[in-house]
């Protein structure tokens, strides 16, 4: 059974950092893109970051550009999001969430395991 285990949420000041961690279990997702969403109270789940399976691309949603830097590490099967500079805005439950296929694609319905998600809190 495939499983994606989030770690690293909390409450943070506008301005600060945190790091999100997503472990996967299961099998292996060498080949296949894995990302992130995020979804804040009463709006629907958004593409946020996602990672190619060797590295070679990386796509961020605008909001994020510049501020979130996602990482992969093929051997531990596990991606990390390094967010910095949050906003209030940013205040999400995030999701990890891994596909089957070979490209990266921003839609929630391309993803076809997800993790139970972490909450983000970014106070102003």
């Known amino acids: 059974q495939v499983q994606l285990v989030e770690s690293g949420g909390g409450l943070v000041q506008a301005g600060g950092s945190l790091r999100l961690s997503c472990a996967a279990s299961?099998?292996?997702?060498?080949?296949?893109?894995m990302g992130w969403f995020r979804q804040a109270p009463g709006k629907e789940r958004e593409f946020v970051t996602a990672?190619?399976?060797?590295?070679?691309?990386?796509v961020y949603a605008d909001s994020v550009k510049g501020r979130f830097t996602i990482t992969r590490d093929n051997a531990k099967n596990t991606v990390t999001l390094q967010m910095n500079s949050l906003e209030p805005e940013d205040t999400a439950v995030y999701y990890c969430?891994?596909?089957?296929?070979?490209?990266?694609?921003?839609?929630?319905?391309?993803?076809?395991?997800w993790g139970q998600g972490t909450q983000v809190t970014v106070s102003s």
């Open positions: 969430a891994a596909t089957n296929t070979v490209r990266i694609l921003t839609s929630v319905s391309s993803y076809d395991y």
């Open positions: 299961g099998r292996t997702f060498r080949n296949q893109p």
């Open positions: 990672i190619s399976w060797n590295y070679g691309s990386t």
